[in-house]
């Protein structure tokens, strides 16, 4: 399946992973659009995809909280977003401190951003893949889902109902042409986990012995928007990690 001229949304586009996708699915002719909630990082980042030789192709930004409910409402609503082929749900923030310790306003955040982001994002966009009959749902988990994380226990909760999240509603829309997956990335080289691997150590726990590219999770969203009968995927791409 060829993603020449398809539409995509991706919020969480203006950096690392989300950015990532969002820079292959270009340079695949996909037009894509870049969600996110800080504007200028969004202009430098959209300025970056590949425009190729299709002078119809526009990539666009749309800055907004994707936690709230009225920044899915307008762009959903936006006449440059009466189709959406491929939704990529990336956004995320995360976590580095105790249950007890961590604030209630930053829990409010986590699941705001990590979880309803996603929740918003399907629910809003999936009525308009109803109606063409057919488009992808791509979102973006983490291995901590299911193997859970000593100071990131609200981030790994919130991820794992992005996991359980996508699996009910592959449930619901396969009947409509409309595929539900979603990746489990383990540690890979982004601004969220710079000076993690300091020192090597975390290294040394993946089988693999390095972290992992936003590039390399790239081409995992790129295998599950162009095969046609990937639906309800849960695809680790971890390093092995996940088998330690």
């Not at 399946?1 to 695949?28: P, T």
């Not at 009910?168 to 691997?197: C, H, Q």
Request: glycine content about 12%; proline content about 2%; charged content about 20%.
């Amino acid at each position: 399946m060829s993603l020449a001229g398809k539409q995509c949304i991706v919020s969480g586009g203006s950096r690392g992973i989300g950015l990532a996708i969002a820079r292959l699915f270009a340079a695949e002719g996909a037009a894509c659009t870049l969600v996110g909630r800080d504007r200028p990082r969004l202009d430098t980042a959209v300025k970056t995809l590949e425009r190729g030789d299709d002078d119809t192709l526009q990539h666009d930004i749309s800055c907004f909280d994707v936690g709230t409910v009225n920044g899915w409402e307008k762009l959903k609503a936006s006449t440059k977003h009466q189709n959406c082929d491929i939704l990529v749900n990336a956004a995320g923030i995360s976590q580095n401190s105790f249950l007890f310790a961590t604030k209630p306003s930053d829990l409010d955040a986590l699941i705001a951003t990590n979880l309803m982001g996603t929740v918003w994002g399907c629910k809003y966009f999936v009525p308009k893949m109803m109606k063409q009959k057919g488009g992808c749902i791509i979102n973006v988990s983490s291995l901590l889902a299911t193997h859970g994380g000593r100071g990131a226990s609200v981030y790994a909760a919130s991820k794992a109902g992005v996991v359980a999240l996508t699996r009910s509603l592959a449930w619901e829309v396969g009947r409509f042409g409309i595929r539900a997956n979603v990746l489990l990335p383990g540690y890979v080289k982004t601004d969220m986990t710079e000076g993690m691997d300091a020192n090597g150590e975390l290294s040394a726990l993946i089988p693999m012995g390095r972290l992992g590219l936003d590039t390399e999770v790239a081409e995992a969203a790129l295998f599950l928007a162009t095969n046609s009968y990937a639906h309800n995927c849960v695809l680790n791409i971890d390093g092995g990690l996940s088998a330690t």
